[in-house]
């Protein structure tokens, strides 16, 4: 039972347009959303996170929005720069789960020059 | 300020042997959580340690252990090795607040049983 979901495997996007990445959960008890990306042989770089009490939190070119009611998260990168290319993860913790992180299965961005 | 470092960064096992792995945690965090990475199972939690005392633990057999020792610093072992058990290992340690729940990967160990 997969409760992070990432339902788009891959997704194309040309340099300077915008990446929407998408998550959905199942599990009520989660009240805290991260965002990593992952280049190959490298471990999760942090990029952004959200409490459940926020809607949408925003760092940079990076903006988290947080759904509750429809269990749905989504990480908006603009503009989107061929740097940006890599596998994105998506995770979320409980508040009675100490540090343990509940992973999609990622989704993997390729932005076009 | 120095990332989680893990030791080594690639090793390879013959089934039936173990293994141990390590992890030094940022500087200041008390939490150190293990993860394992495959192309079929994703980033699943293994287990977290803080204060040297085991808090969490994910779905694993009990061949995969860990422990924590006063310095923060990490290892989890894998005993009687089996070939699914290749996998990237990764480590993550994190401050220990109510408000900051990141946490900061390091490179990963690649185990590969054959």
């Known amino acids: 039972d997969q409760q992070v979901k990432q339902n788009s495997p891959s997704l194309s996007v040309q340099e300077g347009r915008i990446s929407i990445l998408n998550c959905d959960y199942t599990?009520?008890?989660?009240?805290?959303f991260l965002w990593y990306k992952k280049y190959p042989a490298e471990g999760p770089t942090f990029l952004i996170s959200?409490?459940?009490?926020?809607d949408k939190n925003e760092d940079g070119r990076f903006t988290v929005f947080l759904n509750k009611s429809a269990k749905h998260l989504s990480l908006h990168i603009v503009p989107s720069q061929p740097g940006d290319s890599a596998v994105y993860f998506c995770?979320?913790?409980?508040?009675?789960?100490?540090?343990?992180?509940?992973f999609g299965g990622g989704t993997r961005l390729m932005v076009k020059p | 300020k120095a990332g989680v470092t893990q030791t080594p960064r690639y090793l390879i096992k013959t089934r039936g042997q173990q293994v141990t792995l390590s992890c030094s945690p940022i500087s200041g965090h008390r939490s150190v959580s293990w993860y394992q990475q495959t192309p079929g199972q994703g980033l699943q939690f293994l287990f977290e340690y803080f204060s040297e005392t085991q808090r969490n633990k994910g779905n694993f057999p009990g061949r995969f252990s860990g422990r924590q020792f006063s310095n923060s610093r990490s290892e989890m072992n894998v005993s009687t090795l089996e070939l699914g058990d290749s996998a990237l290992y990764l480590c993550a340690s994190s401050l220990e607040t109510s408000r900051v729940r990141e946490q900061y990967f390091g490179p990963g160990t690649r185990l590969t049983v054959t």
């Open positions: 959200i409490s459940s009490i926020k």
């Open positions: 599990n009520s008890m989660f009240d805290y």
């Open positions: 995770a979320a913790s409980a508040i009675n789960a100490g540090n343990m992180l509940t």
